[in-house]
């Protein structure tokens, strides 16, 4: 089955400064790659999602990239602000295939 | 307006008891889940219901069983808890099967054991 590994586990950033969260699957397969944003208390909720036929994405402060050949993705925030400050999630699945398997997550801390 | 609801947001038990969980979604969705995230915040799926039907179940104990009255609520029913069963447990829903849409979560219900 997929695996997704990401990196870090925790991540700092002063306010302004940019922040990366990197993510890598096993399986090839995989053509769908959600972010999810998880504040305290809360469920995650979607940031930003990819589909294999694109390398980026941008939203905003929010990017992603996608590198089909190493079988990795990022999520980047520019001009961090301290709402940024949340616990990060990445995914991957397969189109047709409901399962997404999640990362570990990435505490993101916005020092002010 | 709440997309996804699920009741109870915290549920203190004893070990051995049973106890339920309830989710219902407004958003028109065919799919649901059951997800787990633990106390290092790793999210698992448990289950995965299209329209009532079972389309997912991973290495789950079998005290845990899901229903699906409608496509608009997903119970969780745990049978004899156990003090490993703790952690937050999150209702979520999709579009459907094929589509890869977004999953839309609740606010999780966080279950203690003693």
């Known amino acids: 089955g997929e695996n997704v590994e990401q990196h870090p586990s925790t991540l700092s950033v002063q306010e302004g400064d940019s922040a990366v969260i990197k993510c890598t699957y096993s399986d090839s397969a995989s053509n769908y790659f959600p972010w999810y944003k998880q504040e305290l208390g809360k469920g995650p909720q979607l940031i930003i999602d990819?589909?294999?036929?694109?390398g980026e994405k941008k939203d905003q402060r929010i990017a992603v990239t996608l590198n089909k050949t190493a079988k990795h993705f990022s999520l980047h925030i520019t001009e961090t602000q301290p709402e940024d400050s949340a616990v990060y999630f990445c995914?991957?699945?397969?189109?047709?295939?409901?399962?997404?398997?999640f990362g570990t997550g990435t505490r993101l801390t916005i020092i002010p | 307006d709440t997309a996804v609801s699920q009741t109870p947001k915290y549920l203190v038990t004893q070990m051995g008891n049973d106890k339920s969980i309830k989710c219902e979604q407004n958003?028109?969705?065919?799919?649901m889940y059951w997800y787990k995230q633990d106390s290092k915040k790793f999210l698992k799926i448990m289950f995965s219901?299209?329209?009532?039907?079972?389309?997912i179940n991973e290495t789950v104990p079998n005290r845990f069983s899901p229903k699906s009255p409608d496509k608009a609520h997903l119970n969780l029913h745990i049978n004899s808890l156990e003090l490993g069963d703790s952690a937050v447990y999150f209702c979520a829903s999709s579009l459907g099967q094929g589509y890869n849409s977004p999953l839309h979560f609740g606010n999780g219900t966080r279950l203690t054991v003693t």
């Open positions: 995914a991957a699945s397969i189109l047709g295939n409901e399962k997404l398997t």
């Open positions: 958003l028109g969705h065919d799919t």
């Open positions: 990819i589909r294999s036929n694109v």
């Open positions: 219901y299209n329209n009532k039907e079972l389309i």
